[in-house]
């Protein structure tokens, strides 16, 4: 069952953990459907957290995490990974999840790609969409919280916060 835009509308801290054990359901221009297990997620929570990128303001890269949730931010980092997050809480509260990793492709450079997300996605409507969208799987996951990776460069408050979601086992 695809995932509403309720869900999307509250807290990163609450959404980013739920979306583990979720499926990405996505269909290719090829016809084909996939579904991914959703393993592993980072939550950045808005202005105030200087790891993510809305800690500068709005900007044209940005736009996007300031609309109501349940659409995607994605971004190119070292000119050849796309990142998918996916925005989260209410208009002018910029906060997403990145998908950091899903059942067989660790890392958010691998699970983009494998998902074949590219920047025609930015700003697509999970709720709405053909091509891209989550849906609630039948089966519950335990997962651990841990920092997040690679952002050195907002200290070490927010360096240190536990918002990375990874799957441990089945309930």
């Not at 931010?73 to 796309?82: D, E, R």
Request: charge should be neutral.
């Amino acid at each position: 069952m695809r995932i509403g835009r309720d869900f999307f509308l509250r807290d990163v801290l609450d959404v980013a953990p739920d979306l583990i054990g979720k499926k990405i359901i996505r269909l290719f221009p090829s016809g084909e459907q996939k579904e991914y297990v959703i393993t592993e997620t980072e939550a950045y929570r808005g202005e105030e957290d200087l790891a993510c990128h809305a800690c500068k303001g709005r900007t044209a890269r940005t736009e996007v995490m300031y609309h109501e949730g349940g659409v995607c931010y994605v971004y190119l980092i070292y000119g050849m990974h796309w990142m998918l997050n996916f925005v989260v809480s209410i208009n002018d509260h910029p906060q997403a999840v990145l998908i950091r990793s899903v059942k067989g492709f660790e890392g958010p450079g691998r699970a983009a790609r494998e998902l074949g997300i590219d920047k025609s996605f930015y700003g697509e409507n999970l709720v709405s969409s053909k091509r891209l969208f989550v849906e609630d799987g039948n089966e519950k996951y335990e997962y651990t919280s841990h920092p997040r990776i690679g952002i050195d460069y907002s200290g070490e408050y927010w360096k240190n916060k536990p918002w990375r979601f990874v799957i441990t086992n089945k309930i």
